[in-house]
């Protein structure tokens, strides 16, 4: 009888290194599993293969209780027996960044490496939706193949499970999806009833959605031991299924037959985020908001300030630590698992995350000091105190600057290089006592006391480098008044802002003549939903700052101006008071409005005291546009999506597992636009957003989101079972304080013309300083070199290619620099100049390896295609 298709049983376990249960937990099951698995491939030639869930941080976690068995590991990886890699951690790809992706790819394949050689597949098997970048960067590691699950619905293109997948760029991967995912083999039963029950509607379902009917059956599930009857299973399978052929593979096997048949295969471009047939939880980009900012502000410290600092200080001569920093990505990136940065956690688990967040920036702001100081410490000598001010953008910029200054004097003066007086802004001063500076002062019994000034300048600094400013202690300085009070509550060259009567903003943007009225309205809805999506109670009463009290205050400064804005609204306690129309719950929020005196931007910071459950609180910014797209950044580029989906009219109907809400992620920016006037939304950590309106279009910017319960039955937009388990997680009603920023910036022309990526990667990557003074807690000795007193390492065009990563190869004396073109449909080119002389340039993957086919070069000059990256390895003289 001729075989109706290929059944391909590949054994494997899914790792949640943590969900409902803590690491700890699950680290002791790994250290059982292994041994069973290690014992089973290195006794039984016919259990060919184990694939140890795609993942190092898995062999990491068990190596720290088990580093004798490092041996065992290799031995069996270097027989093609146990299967590793190419991750370090599951991650989700829809809220992390794109430098994160890569970052998890690179130290994956380098732990592997030790090992053996990793399985060269994007394996993604539980993950909340793909991300439309992936192929792209799939081949930026020579990856050419992914295994997923969730978020294909036919309306991609195909209803089959194999297909080519590509990106903005023409990256493509072949893409073989789990239909019905990773785990429906675990635990086969070995009585023919039981396979069966479970198999036959499964087999009709995987062969009618395969173009080569080569089907995977996965052995395993999240947790799983290693099923030691499989053997008997599958000749039970033979038994009962004589028409079907089943062997035991890898799952490079079958891809080598689906890549036989890829004239057969549909090409498909754009990401994955359709909960039709297997959920997606669109929504999770709101849940522990607290942890989201934490995450996204640990990014950007990493690859918008410490990496390229500490690579200004390697090109000045100083060691760049590859280990601090690989320490400090390893943290975080244990959070980027899909349950742990979605925060679909016990409550003990959410507070696991944040410690490693906690723990991963207290690195990264000690090591940012530490090259600052280095660098500082070891310029010219001179009499006076030093401010120096770093850029870390690849263009110079003119900026307001709020920055700190100590020393041991009631006034001083500020001076640049040429001896020019810089005027300053005088914030606030106190004193602060001396022990704080240096306990030595204090030990030596010297008591005078230090003042601390915060202070406002403005300046132009070089790009990708820094500029010092001399304080002169015991000097009358030129002390600036603050600027002129406006008609207007906040303005300036570009914006007229004026309070209206119920609280809201109207902004004139004075160069279109175009107005945002009712701005930053505070809204307040239900959630009767869990920590996988949000839902809205089937009893809806919705509430708006408009109908609370506010008050307001506004303090003007010599380049800034601000407005304190406070609301105090009484709100349903939880989902039962909101039925019965009660409100002895509170929201507070006091929001802090900044306004520039040379900026486009609006930059908005928002302290709330949530002291309600079982809601949402978004923030609401209506636009005069008219329109039915808007755009949003992804990793490496951007894409644009439908305003209405427009598959939210019958879901239910066509049987979707959860309502495709129109509710997207952002990475660091959103757009609204019509024809040549628009606005940009930037936020940092607030990665969900909704637009609303009939006609005219409004910003719904999500704030917090709070829900006692882990996974909830039957929620209005999800029908059905829980997701996950149901479980109190009373920490996630978000109870308490947080604070959120986001920024407004209006434009003229496009979103690329006007450079909005560059203007966001700004926005997230503000000027750092450093006030050396003669004291110091911790002493350095100095280094035998000069630092000069302003550097600036290279230039970059603000409008074309964004900088998406500087620093240091991780294995040979070269600068690697990654930019990409942020636009979906243009084309760019780029010229990048450095202010050093280069021995050699040459392109590489994103692992950093040199591509033998690509020519030496003198710079960095060429074409970007629309969402390509390029990685270049730069060899400076010294």
């Not at 869990?530 to 003007?556: F, K, M, Q």
Request: glycine content about 6%.
């Amino acid at each position: 009888m001729k075989a109706v298709s290929r059944v391909h049983i590949t054994p494997h376990m899914h790792w949640d290194r943590e969900w409902y249960f803590t690491t700890e937990e699950s680290r002791i099951l790994l250290v059982n599993n292994m041994e069973e698995i290690l014992t089973r491939l290195e006794q039984d030639a016919e259990y060919k293969f184990y694939v140890l869930d795609g993942q190092t941080a898995v062999l990491e976690d068990y190596f720290a209780v088990k580093p004798e068995n490092r041996s065992r590991v290799k031995a069996l990886v270097k027989a093609g027996k146990l299967i590793i890699g190419p991750w370090y951690t599951q991650t989700d790809t829809t809220l992390v960044s794109g430098e994160s992706i890569v970052r998890n790819l690179m130290y994956g394949i380098r732990d592997c490496m030790a090992f053996g050689e990793p399985m060269k597949i994007g394996y993604l098997p539980d993950s909340f939706g793909m991300s439309s970048q992936l192929p792209h960067i799939y081949n930026g590691f020579g990856i050419t193949r992914t295994l997923f699950w969730r978020g294909c619905s036919e309306r991609h293109g195909t209803d089959k499970t194999e297909f080519l997948w590509q990106s903005q760029d023409g990256s493509e991967v072949t893409a073989q999806v789990l239909p019905l995912g990773y785990a429906i083999g675990k635990y086969l039963p070995e009585d023919e009833s039981g396979l069966r029950k479970r198999l036959d509607a499964y087999f009709d379902v995987l062969e009618k959605a395969s173009v080569t009917k080569e089907i995977l059956l996965p052995n395993g599930h999240d947790q799983m031991p290693l099923q030691q009857n499989i053997f008997a299973v599958m000749d039970k399978l033979r038994e009962i299924y004589p028409q079907r052929k089943f062997v035991m593979s890898r799952f490079e096997e079958v891809f080598d037959h689906i890549d036989a048949h890829r004239d057969e295969l549909a090409t498909l471009k754009g990401e994955f985020i359709d909960g039709k047939y297997m959920r997606v939880h669109r929504t999770i980009g709101s849940m522990r908001m607290d942890i989201k900012i934490a995450h996204a502000r640990i990014e950007n410290k990493i690859v918008n300030i410490l990496e390229p600092l500490a690579t200004l200080a390697w090109t000045l001569g100083f060691e760049y630590h590859h280990g601090l920093l690989e320490k400090m990505w390893k943290e975080i990136l244990k959070n980027h698992a899909h349950d742990s940065i979605g925060c679909c956690c016990s409550d003990k688990v959410h507070r696991e995350i944040m410690s490693r967040f906690e723990l991963a920036e207290d690195m990264a702001d000690n090591l940012t000091r530490f090259y600052m100081r280095k660098i500082v410490d070891n310029m010219p000598k001179t009499e006076e105190d030093k401010l120096v001010m770093f850029n870390l953008t690849p263009w110079p910029r003119e900026e307001v600057i709020n920055t700190t200054i100590r020393l041991r004097a009631s006034q001083f003066r500020l001076l640049d290089d040429k001896g020019n007086e810089i005027p300053y802004f005088l914030r606030c001063a106190r004193e602060i006592d001396p022990g704080l500076i240096d306990r030595q002062i204090v030990h030596y019994g010297n008591y005078d006391p230090f003042m601390e000034f915060d202070i406002q300048i403005s300046q132009i600094l070089p790009s990708m480098g820094y500029r010092t400013l001399y304080i002169e202690a015991h000097a009358a300085g030129k002390v600036l008044a603050p600027g002129k009070l406006p008609e207007a509550l906040l303005e300036n060259a570009f914006w007229q802002i004026t309070l209206n009567d119920d609280g809201t903003l109207r902004l004139l943007d004075k160069e279109s003549g175009l107005i945002y009225d009712r701005a930053l309205e505070i809204e307040e809805s239900s959630d009767d939903g869990d920590e996988y999506d949000y839902s809205p109670s089937r009893e809806e009463w919705r509430l708006t700052s408009a109908h609370a009290e506010h008050n307001v205050e506004v303090i003007h400064e010599a380049w800034q101006s601000r407005a304190v804005l406070h609301y105090r609204m009484a709100i349903p306690a939880n989902l039962k008071e909101r039925s019965a129309r009660q409100q002895t719950g509170s929201l507070s929020a006091e929001m802090t409005i900044t306004l520039s005196h040379n900026s486009r931007r609006i930059d908005v910071e928002v302290h709330l005291d949530n002291q309600a459950d079982d809601h949402r609180i978004r923030v609401l910014i209506p636009t005069p546009f008219v329109t039915d797209e808007v755009l949003a950044d992804t990793q490496f580029g951007s894409l644009t999506r439908p305003v209405h989906d427009e598959a939210m009219a019958n879901w239910q109907e066509d049987g979707w597992k959860e309502a495709p809400v129109p509710v997207w992620n952002l990475l660091n920016y959103a757009v609204l636009h019509e024809r040549r006037n628009g606005i940009a939304l930037f936020t940092e950590g607030l990665r969900e957003f909704e637009i609303t309106g009939e006609r005219q279009k409004t910003f719904a910017l999500t704030l917090l989101r709070g829900v006692g319960v882990l996974g909830k039955e039957d929620l209005l937009l999800r029908p059905g079972r829980p997701s996950g388990i149901k479980m109190p997680v009373p920490d996630s009603q978000m109870r308490g304080r947080l604070i959120c920023r986001f920024s407004l910036m209006s434009f003229n022309g496009t979103p690329v013309s006007t450079g909005i990526a560059q203007q966001a990667k700004a926005w997230l990557t503000p000027v750092h300083c450093y006030n050396k003074i003669p004291w110091d807690a911790m002493k350095l000795n100095s280094v035998t070199f000069t630092t000069p007193g302003s550097y600036s390492l290279l230039t970059l065009a603000p409008n074309e290619c964004v900088l998406s990563a500087l620093k240091k190869a991780e294995d040979r004396d070269e600068m690697i620099i990654r930019l990409y073109n942020p636009s979906e449909t243009h084309s760019c080119n780029v010229a990048l100049s450095l202010n050093r002389a280069i021995n050699t340039c040459f392109e590489t993957d994103m692992n950093e390896r040199i591509n033998a086919l690509n020519q030496e070069g003198r710079g960095i000059v060429g074409a970007f295609r629309p969402g390509q990256s390029r990685t270049f390895s730069v060899k400076i003289e010294k």
